[in-house]
């Protein structure tokens, strides 16, 4: 067995197109590749010359999956640019409207995309033949969160109600009667779906990762806060660019995050510098942040056995579980004492600058900086979606789990492998306008 | 017909072009449909949902996203080879999407701003409906597409009649719900007159003008709607981008937008 292959052509149950192959020669990983082949969409050339306003609709298009982030994140950097704050009720219901997003998108996740590979079928359509209370039960939580975003903002894909100072039109208190009832079953059936995730086999693996995600003082991190790891990194929206490095790495072509030293030159130490890949999303959130979980969310975690440390990536289904049904109760709360504000929007005056926008996308930090012209067109724009991000940390785990588990038969490993990438639920879509690609290999159907 | 495998049911295959993924999202979105969807259909190639990918020939062949590359233009044309029907969803394969914005600029100088390499690029001119390349035989339209009317036309297709999809004006559904035209009462901007019906109408219903994500209804009259809107004070520039969005390049909107610029 001396030179022996991973290859899987086309990756299924992930968002876009992305293919993963791990070359091992005499008994040792030689090669790590997660591929992109999904073509480029051009977002931030083409939003130069928009106008600002434009940006919330516009960069909802990267994402499917998530346009509520990207609508989030492009708002936050203009009431940068403009320095406006959106507070009180406003901000709550923003907040709800993330809640709607997360619950889907953890939903979907664990349900239709990672749930069939730790019990061995090839889709949730197959799942639900043998497990059919589950799936349904998945179903059932993905449209409470579906519903929550389509009441608030007109429809779950692609929604129509967010704007740079807050909304087109509030709802009323009575618009939420129904979905409240529902979010109140969904509620009860995230916290079923911790305790169920937490009865899947999962493979031993662990690594010592940083993980890099937003921290407020207040509450777990939805559109506001520092962002900060577990290794010393403590830095401003602003300071993104300053702390994390877009790279040419040549043998994925592929521009891969990395984390520079921190910007403080009191604060380089050896394990603080040069540290290269690190990790975003479900469980970096959860590890730096599980405190500021509401008391139901916490006990689901340590009724599933599931507290902090988590270092197994693979544990990263029963975390989305935790979020999803931190997101039912978060969603409850702000439903129950919410109050219409006198305004659907605050007013602000455009000016031009730098707006700086950084939210918790379901899969990690999703950041947004715009250049803003006096004309109020975009004069520049740059997006770093979770994915990218994490390119880096999904080679790191392919070569770390192969290399430890060599000896697998070339089935299995191949499924861990594609296991290993779906952890990190990456949206290749979202990746790739800003990803280089490689289209002459790989080829498809 | 393709052969049938053991199930005897149609095949259906979904696949991914330049697009969001949202289009065939919506397939996954309806959920309380997709057990019984899943029961009627055999769902042969859809890698988003499934690592069993069965080869073609297929029943049905939807397609999402839209045409950017060399790789691409080969691709489609294999696709329609083996997909009996042929069904695009969404403004990305109907329409080129809003990446179709490059279409009005080089090409080359886009590659730039994006990437540091740009010589690894492989990329066409021009962002293009699927229809450019391959007979397509239903278009669904919307940015994103209306599940149910999704729903409706893989069920048209399956039972071999016309899918019953409405073709009429935003405003039409403004009217049968009994939204204030928020042009009239308002002087809102709003692309309602002629723009395709599907998503509901909800723009209006929440206090903003259709900025025409289902892209141009039958016989729509832009010249008139701009005129309107050069009424209500917004500018040939306005007017341009307000028709060069997700529908950019469908044929009544990129002519009316070309038609105003400076």
């Known amino acids: 067995m001396s030179n022996r292959a991973v290859k899987v052509d086309y990756l299924a149950r992930v968002e876009g197109e992305g293919s993963l192959l791990v070359r091992m020669k005499d008994g040792s990983v030689s090669d790590v590749k997660f591929r992109i082949f999904e073509p480029p969409r051009f977002f931030e050339a083409f939003l130069r010359g928009r106008k600002y306003s434009e940006a919330p609709d516009i960069t909802a298009r990267i994402c499917g999956i998530c346009p509520i982030a990207y609508q989030m994140s492009s708002v936050h950097a203009m009431e940068y640019a403009f320095g406006v704050k959106v507070g009180g009720q406003l901000r709550e219901l923003r907040r709800l409207l993330y809640c709607g997003e997360w619950i889907e998108s953890h939903a979907l996740h664990i349900y239709m995309l990672h749930a069939p590979d730790f019990l061995g079928y090839d889709d949730a359509i197959q799942l639900a033949v043998d497990h059919p209370d589950a799936v349904r039960r998945g179903l059932r939580l993905k449209k409470a969160g579906n519903d929550l975003v389509a009441v608030l903002a007109g429809r779950e894909i692609h929604p129509i109600n967010v704007r740079v100072g807050g909304f087109y039109k509030l709802p009323r208190r009575r618009d939420f009667d129904e979905i409240l009832e529902k979010l109140k079953r969904a509620r009860d059936e995230a916290y079923e779906t911790v305790l169920w995730t937490a009865t899947l086999p999962f493979p031993d693996f662990e690594y010592d990762y940083e993980f890099v995600a937003l921290s407020h003082p207040d509450e777990y991190p939805f559109n506001e806060g520092k962002i900060v790891s577990n290794k010393g990194l403590t830095i401003d929206v602003r300071e993104y660019e300053l702390v994390f490095h877009e790279r040419h790495v040549p043998y994925s072509n592929a521009l891969q995050s990395t984390i520079k030293s921190p910007r403080p030159a009191e604060q380089q130490t050896s394990t603080t510098d040069g540290r290269g890949a690190y990790l975003t999303g479900p469980l970096a959130r959860y590890n730096l942040n599980f405190e500021k979980l509401s008391p139901l969310a916490k006990k689901a975690a340590e009724e599933a056995k599931a507290k902090p440390p988590i270092l197994n990536p693979f544990k990263s289904i029963t975390v989305r579980a935790v979020e999803a049904l931190y997101a039912c109760d978060e969603a409850i709360r702000i439903i129950e004492n919410y109050e219409p504000p006198a305004e659907a929007a605050v007013r602000y005056e455009v000016r031009p600058g730098f707006g700086f926008g950084c939210t918790e996308a379901p899969r990690g930090i999703l950041y947004h900086r715009y250049l803003i012209g006096a004309d109020g067109l975009i004069k520049d724009a740059k997006i770093v979606p979770p994915t990218a991000q994490n390119q880096r940390m999904i080679e790191t785990d392919l070569r770390n789990f192969v290399t430890s588990n060599i000896q697998m038969s070339k089935q299995d490993l191949t499924l861990r492998c594609e296991q290993l990438v779906r952890n990190y639920d990456p949206c290749i879509s979202c990746a790739t306008h800003f990803l280089k690609l490689d289209i002459s290999e790989e080829t498809v159907t | ?262």
């Open chain 2, 1 to 262: 017909m393709p052969e049938r495998r053991r199930t005897g049911k149609p095949k259906v295959a979904v696949f991914k072009f330049a697009s969001c993924d949202g289009c065939q999202l919506s397939l996954l979105d309806a959920e309380e449909e997709l057990l019984d969807v899943a029961s009627a259909i055999d769902i042969a190639y859809f890698p988003e949902a499934s690592r069993r990918m069965i080869r073609g020939p297929y029943d049905i062949g939807i397609v999402e996203g839209s045409i950017t590359t060399p790789h691409d233009v080969e691709r489609i044309r294999d696709i329609r080879k083996s997909s009996a029907a042929l069904i695009t969803i969404g403004a990305c394969a109907t329409a080129g999407g809003i990446q179709a914005l490059r279409n009005w600029k080089d090409i080359k100088n886009y590659v730039h701003i994006v990437y540091a390499s740009p010589e690894y690029v492989s990329t066409l001119d021009r962002s293009l409906p699927v229809g450019s390349f391959v007979h397509v035989d239903y278009e669904l339209r919307g940015c994103p597409i209306n599940k149910y009317q999704l729903i409706e036309v893989i069920n048209a297709f399956l039972n071999k009649r016309k899918p019953n999809v409405y073709t009429h004006s935003v405003c039409v559904d403004c009217k049968l719900k009994g939204t204030t035209c928020v042009m009239v009462s308002r002087g809102e901007p709003c692309l309602g007159p002629v723009t395709q019906s599907g998503c509901g109408a909800i723009c209006p219903s929440f206090n903003r003008g259709c900025y025409g994500c289902f892209g141009p209804m039958e016989f729509p009259n832009t010249a008139a709607l701009a005129a309107q809107l050069k009424e209500l004070g917004e500018t040939k520039f306005d007017i341009q981008l307000a028709f060069r969005t997700f529908n950019a390049y469908a044929d009544a909107f990129r002519k009316e937008s070309e038609a105003h610029e400076q």
